[in-house]
């Protein structure tokens, strides 16, 4: 079997959301406003709007929440790891960075919840934590698409948590 065949049906496992205890949440309020993000709450959806997180912000009683994506931020719970190594990430990195921030741009705009949480350098490349494993899987596969090299996927079994590797 070649890689390239590997590769295409690894990116094919399913992608259940309904595990995220985050997203779980027994939620008692019809609208609410994050008051972190500006994120907005209704019809059982979270949806960023500036003009309609000012409006709503100004009701009398408005629930004032952290969204999912803002709480999992502050107690640092990843649902993806993405690993970034290897000589051609030293001398292409801001490609790849600007790559990676369109990605997250894209991915917020189908859900907003989708956010990078934190990038950080590690020996020989960096790493980014994703709110959701959907982003994370969709950097390795924007990356490899864009770059080539080699990238692996592994799903955990008992957490929410997918880890991304990325070399070239």
Same mark, same amino acid.
Not at 36 to 63: I, P, T
Not at 98 to 114: C, V
Not at 116 to 144: C, D, F, H, P, W
């Given at each position: ?5 590997? %590769? /295409?049906?690894? +990116?094919?496992? /399913? ?18 406003? =994050? @008051?972190?993000? %500006?994120?907005?709450? !209704?019809? @059982? ?20 929440? +952290?969204?999912?994506? =803002? !709480?999992?931020?502050?107690? @640092?719970?990843?649902? *993806? #790891?993405?690993?970034?190594? *290897?000589?051609?990430?030293?001398? %292409? ?6 790559? #990676? ?18 990038? /950080? ?7 980014? @934590?994703?709110?959701?494993?959907? +982003?994370?899987?969709?950097? *390795? ?20 948590? +997918? ?6």
């Amino acid at each position: 079997m070649n890689a390239r065949k590997l %590769h /295409s049906s690894t +990116l094919r496992k /399913s992608m259940d959301t309904c595990g995220d205890p985050y997203l779980l949440q027994d939620v008692r309020y019809e609208s609410a406003v =994050c @008051k972190r993000c %500006h994120a907005v709450y !209704q019809n @059982k959806r979270w949806n960023m709007d500036e003009e309609l997180f000012q409006k709503m912000n100004e009701w009398k009683g408005m629930k004032k929440v +952290l969204c999912p994506a =803002c !709480q999992k931020i502050k107690d @640092k719970f990843p649902g *993806g #790891i993405v690993t970034l190594k *290897g000589d051609f990430l030293r001398e %292409h990195k801001d490609e790849i960075m600007n790559l #990676i921030k369109n990605e997250e741009e894209r991915a917020m705009g189908f859900n907003p919840l989708e956010r990078i949480m934190e990038i /950080s350098s590690i020996e020989g490349g960096m790493e980014l @934590k994703t709110t959701n494993e959907k +982003l994370a899987q969709r950097i *390795g596969k924007s990356v490899y698409r864009a770059y080539q090299g080699r990238v692996g996927y592994k799903w955990s079994q008992d957490t929410k948590l +997918l880890r991304v590797e990325w070399e070239r």
